[in-house]
Each structure stands twice: as structure tokens, then as C-alpha cells.
């Protein structure tokens, strides 16, 4: 098998519920953030994006929260799916630091049928 | 194409060796990021291309990492020397350029460095 890495912090739901992955942020002068999913072997796919003066944007089955006060970040999964399973990041860009994107650990999403 | 192209999508190389690592972006899109993916962990940023500006290559680890971006589409990242612990996934990613548009990925170049 593989060599054993960091384990990520693991997030198990039921089909059908909705699931909640948070994020802490690390930087107050962040105006920009952003949601990816990746699936084994893929590249992240984006997922949704908030900019720093919103505190909510929602889109297909998906809701992100933005919490400045607290440097928060959450992704909210209506009706999980299966095909949802995967690892979740969050990433956020500094305002004056052009376009590179500081990554979260990741969530581990688990989608049980 | 459609989507970001990254080539070769494995590459198994020998300590001491060099590699280059190919990146097609999104036709039209003119700026393109190159991250570093260890097991298990997040994306770690390397070095940023936008259009005709200098690079910020503030990521790059060591002098042994560089990246050329010609004719402001395709890009390649060169690791000279590889050491056991350059092995890792690297992702390219493109976008329309500005700082808060959405980058898109490609499905990366798994390095093995033995």
C-alpha cells in the first residue's frame, strides 16, 4: 500500500443528509476565497467562490459561509450524494498577492448509501 | 482542448536526475499557476504566471526549481538534481488572469523520485 501521510480530518454522512466541511482561514487581509473538490487521482474541480465583502453565496446544492469575525469559511452540502465523496479545500487569496492561492488541508468527505 | 493538459500524467525518475514537467492551459486564458501536492496534504504554490508581467516565483523551493512560460501559453517546470523528497503530485492551473478569477486544473504530474 501506500506510505502513510497526514491524515486528513474525515467527514462520514449519511446519503441524503446534508453535510457541513469548515475552514479556518489564516489571513484577515484574505478578500477572496474558494471551495474545490478533488477526487482521487483528479485535479481539484472548483466548486463555488465568495468574495470577502459576502457573507453568504449559494449555488447548486451548495452554500458557502463566511465568517470575517472569526476567519471562518463553510461549505454546505444539501442532499449528499455518493458521487460527492471526495476531498474537500478551501483556499484563500490575498488581496495584494496576486493570484496564488494558499490551501487548506482538506476534508475527507464520506458518503455512505 | 477543453480543460488543462499536463504531460506526462507519471514520471519515475532516478535521485540526481532532471525532469521537466509540461503544462497546456485553457486556450485564451493568460495567467497559469504551477502547486505542489504531497500525500495527504494541500496544494502548496509554486510559482504564478499573468500574462507579460514577471513571474512570482515566490514558492519555489529551492534554486533547483524553475518554469518558463513561452508565447504565453504553454509552460514548463523543471526540477534539476531531483531529491527523494521533490516526489509529490504538481498541478497546473490556468485562468482569465485578474486576482479573483477562478482557476482551473489540470490532472497533474505524479513525480516519483527513486
Known amino acids: 500500500g501506500e506510505s502513510v501521510g497526514l491524515h486528513l480530518p474525515t467527514l462520514s454522512v449519511q446519503e441524503g443528509d446534508n453535510s457541513i466541511i469548515n475552514c479556518a482561514y489564516s489571513?484577515?487581509?484574505?478578500?477572496?476565497f474558494i471551495w474545490y473538490k478533488q477526487e482521487s487521482g483528479k485535479g481539484p474541480q472548483f466548486i463555488i467562490d465568495?468574495?470577502?465583502?459576502?457573507d453568504k453565496r449559494q449555488g447548486q446544492r451548495v452554500t458557502v459561509l463566511l465568517n470575517k469575525t472569526v476567519k471562518h469559511l463553510s461549505l454546505q452540502i444539501a442532499a449528499t450524494q455518493p458521487g460527492d465523496s471526495a476531498v474537500y479545500f478551501c483556499a484563500e487569496r490575498m488581496g495584494n498577492q496576486g493570484g496564488k492561492l494558499i490551501f487548506g488541508q482538506g476534508t475527507e468527505l464520506s458518503v455512505k448509501p | 482542448g477543453a480543460g488543462v493538459s499536463q504531460s506526462p500524467s507519471n514520471k519515475v525518475t532516478e535521485k540526481g536526475k532532471d525532469v521537466e514537467l509540461r503544462c497546456d492551459p485553457i486556450?485564451?486564458?493568460?495567467?497559469l499557476y504551477w502547486y505542489r501536492q504531497s500525500l495527504g496534504q494541500g496544494l502548496e504554490f509554486l510559482i504564478y504566471?499573468?500574462?507579460?508581467?514577471?513571474?512570482?516565483k515566490s514558492g519555489l523551493p529551492s534554486d533547483r526549481f524553475s518554469a518558463e512560460r513561452t508565447g504565453g501559453s504553454v509552460s514548463t517546470l523543471t526540477i534539476q538534481r531531483t531529491q527523494q523528497e521533490d516526489s509529490a503530485v504538481y498541478l497546473c492551473?490556468?485562468?482569465?488572469?485578474?486576482?479573483?478569477?477562478?482557476?482551473?486544473f489540470g490532472a497533474g504530474t505524479r513525480l516519483s523520485v527513486l
Open positions: 465568495i468574495r470577502s465583502n459576502m
Open positions: 504566471f499573468q500574462g507579460n508581467s514577471a513571474p512570482d
Open positions: 486556450s485564451g486564458h493568460t495567467a
Open positions: 492551473a490556468s485562468s482569465w488572469g485578474g486576482a479573483k478569477n477562478i482557476q482551473y
Open positions: 489571513n484577515s487581509a484574505s478578500d477572496y
